[in-house]
T-cell receptor
Framework: QQQVKQSPQSLIVQKGGISIINCAYE??????FPWYQQFPGKGPALLIA?????SEKKEGRFTISFNKSAKQFSLHIMDSQPGDSATYFC??????????????FGQGTILTVHP | GAVVSQHPSWVICKSGTSVKIECRSL??????MFWYRQFPKQSLMLMAT?????????EQGVEKDKFLINHASLTLSTLTVTSAHPEDSSFYIC????????????FGPGTRLLVL
């Protein structure tokens, strides 16, 4: 019940295209859903995050879509650029719980954007 | 965003020695720090959660006597890998959260450990 399932495992997109990464969760106590971007040899960097009281959040070219009833959320990268090539992780946590905000991570998606 | 640093960024040591990795929150007070381990092309595996001034809480399967965690101040946590062996070679990453950041965890740049 603590798992977050992420797909696809890898994704290849042409420059200017839309990259879409999906995540699904089981634990209905999760109430905070961040996405992280990680470049090789670096730590993850927070990209964008959403709470379940909204269905969509947009920041620049990055949009999170959230479907509470389906327990799914996705990251859309518009106008994908070669510099977006990285590994993306979705995560979830029960921020208000007793786990001190412990994150449950998805398996990761390796995104490659071809010029 | 908040900045978290780690030192060293990489370390090579001989089998049987101990290695200490520092994690610092540079511009906010981190009430909670997390330590992760990451293998190549895999997700992050949480090792332990530490709250300032308290003993760390270790995840199942993580040897607390081998991976010593200290969170002595609101800006510093340390991970000591004791009697390191080649199988301890990995990428170790810390993250921090606090009253200002709320539920958001900010990650350090990671430390690459190679045990020969």
């Amino acid at each position: 019940q603590q798992q977050v399932k992420q797909s696809p495992q890898s994704l290849i997109v042409q420059k200017g295209g839309i990259s879409i990464i999906n995540c699904a969760y089981e634990n209905t106590a999760f109430d905070y859903f961040p996405w992280y971007q990680q470049f090789p040899g670096k730590g993850p960097a927070l990209l964008i995050a959403i709470r379940p009281d909204v269905s969509e959040k947009k920041e620049g070219r990055f949009t999170i879509s959230f479907n509470k009833s389906a327990k799914q959320f996705s990251l859309h990268i518009m106008d994908s650029q070669p510099g977006d090539s990285a590994t993306y992780f979705c995560a979830a946590t029960n921020a208000g719980g007793t786990s001190y905000g412990k994150l449950t991570f998805g398996q990761g998606t390796i995104l490659t954007v071809h010029p | 965003g908040a900045v978290v640093s780690q030192h060293p960024s990489w370390v090579i040591c001989k089998s049987g020695t101990s290695v200490k990795i520092e994690c610092r929150s540079l511009d906010f007070q981190a009430t909670t720090m997390f330590w992760y381990r990451q293998f190549p092309k895999q997700s992050l595996m949480l090792m332990a959660t530490s709250n300032e001034g308290s003993k760390a809480t270790y995840e199942q399967g993580v040897e607390k006597d081998k991976f010593l965690i200290n969170h002595a101040s609101l800006t510093l946590s340390t991970l000591t890998v004791t009697s390191a062996h080649p199988e301890d070679s990995s990428f170790y990453i810390c993250s921090a959260s606090g009253l200002v950041s709320g539920e958001t965890q900010y990650f350090g740049p990671g430390t690459r450990l190679l045990v020969l």
